[in-house]
């Protein structure tokens, strides 16, 4: 199948960070036999015109959009950045009749009322580098969908038990050639990494167990230091971890901290 994958995230308070979520996804996807084309709207000035350009090149026969925000966390004049997906999913429909399929964080954390606030077919809650491919092989075989891992459907709620993926290091960190414009990486961008997902703890204003569950699972700091060097050399030395438990061990932290200075890593 032929899939086009839409970050809806426009927000750039104080960095302009890369859709590092969603290109995990489309890894797998491309992993599993499909061709991906990815757009990144965080930058875009035109949205319409990049949005039917995507479908008009790539005439997708699924299209994933990923939510990153609910909220700017804002007290002051705020604003809803469901409102900016919503633009995206409307755009979609009138340029394809190919099945529109949410995930991303935000979505994660309200899965049920931002489905049917949005207007797509289906929605992933939790992780989508192993749902969302199952759900593109029953897609292509018209087969039934239930039983898919955090899925939902308008008006039927979750379809599929929420299960995590255990073993990170099986899960390849996406190149940065899929956020290259023109052949050339955004080397001037943050580039987040994240290490660790699920928190076992229950703090009230936190939203990490809904998204990734409360089982703790790391890759090892191995593989990171490894990966790390390597998108150095590719030219990315503003680099920010996103873990929202990169103190839990502590011991998981110091090891990743020797190793970064061992390699000699000259990150930002």
């Keep these: ?14 960095m302009l ?18 061709a991906v084309r990815f757009l990144d709207l965080l930058s875009v000035k035109d949205i319409p015109l990049a949005v039917e350009q995507a479908i008009r090149l790539s005439q997708p026969e699924a ?10 966390q804002s007290m002051d004049q705020g604003r809803f950045p469901l409102d900016q997906a919503k633009e995206v999913v409307r755009l979609c429909r009138e340029s394809s009749a190919a099945p529109i399929v949410l995930g991303g964080a935000g979505y994660s954390i309200f899965p049920e009322s931002a489905l049917e606030y949005l207007g797509a077919d289906m929605g992933i809650q939790g992780e ?21 891992m955090g899925l939902h459907l308008p008006g039927q709620g979750l ?3 929420l299960s995590f993926i255990r073993d990170l290091d099986g899960l390849p960190y996406p190149e940065p050639a899929i956020f290259a414009e023109e052949g050339q990486p955004q080397t001037s961008a ?9 928190c076992p703890l229950d703090c009230s204003y936190c939203s990490t167990a809904s998204i990734e569950g409360r089982i703790t699972r790391r890759r090892s700091p191995a593989a990171v230091v490894a990966n790390l060097a390597g998108r150095v050399k590719s030219g990315f030395i503003q680099i920010f971890f996103v873990d929202n438990t990169f103190n839990l061990p502590a011991s998981y932290a110091l090891e990743l901290c020797r190793r970064m200075t061992e390699a000699g890593l000259k990150i930002a």
């Design 17 to 34: 960070t890369l859709p590092m979520g969603l290109a995990c996804v489309a890894v797998a996807v491309e992993k599993a036999g499909h």
């Design 63 to 72: 299209i994933g959009v990923s939510v990153r925000n609910i909220d700017d």
């Design 128 to 148: 989508g580098e192993a749902a969302f491919p199952m759900l593109l092989e029953r897609i292509e075989t018209r087969k039934d969908l239930a039983g898919i």
């Design 190 to 198: 943050w580039l987040p990494y994240q290490n660790r997902r699920g």
């Design 1 to 14: 199948m032929t899939v086009l994958l839409i970050s809806a995230n426009r927000e750039d308070i104080n």
């Design 159 to 161: 379809r599929g038990p």
